[in-house]
């Protein structure tokens, strides 16, 4: 499986961007997609994940009531809105793909990555 994720840049506190992320060589419709984070200097954080079905989402303690997890099974693509945009919220943001079709916040329950996209909110 391999996950293009795109989307990312630099955007004032208080602004949104949309993250997208596709996924193609086999069909992940199955399977549960994750957003994960590393900030300069810190470890990798969990953001947001979605079930299979779409239907169940879990987020961040940092980004809830802020960003919202969707995706579109028939293409293969997740997306994450980001609104109200911290400078906090810097960092390199990872798409993943997990082993099964559950919700998971651990990074080990994921088994494939995207390259990363670089959001920089600016002050």
């Known amino acids: 499986v391999q996950l293009q994720a795109y989307g990312g840049g630099l955007v004032q506190a208080g602004g949104s961007l949309r993250l997208s992320c596709t996924a193609s060589g086999r069909t992940v419709s199955n399977n549960s997609m994750g957003w994960f984070r590393r900030a300069p200097g810190k470890e990798r954080e969990f953001v947001a994940a979605?079930?299979?079905?779409?239907?169940?989402?879990k987020y961040g303690d940092s980004v809830k009531g802020r960003f919202t997890i969707s995706r579109e099974r028939a293409s293969s693509t997740v997306y994450l809105q980001m609104n109200s945009l911290k400078p906090e919220d810097t960092a390199v943001y990872y798409c993943?793909?997990?082993?099964?079709?559950?919700?998971?916040?651990?990074?080990?329950?994921?088994?494939?990555w995207g390259q990363g996209t670089l959001v920089t909110v600016s002050s």
């Open positions: 993943a793909v997990g082993r099964g079709s559950w919700l998971a916040t651990d990074a080990r329950e994921y088994n494939y």
């Open positions: 979605i079930n299979w079905t779409g239907g169940s989402e």
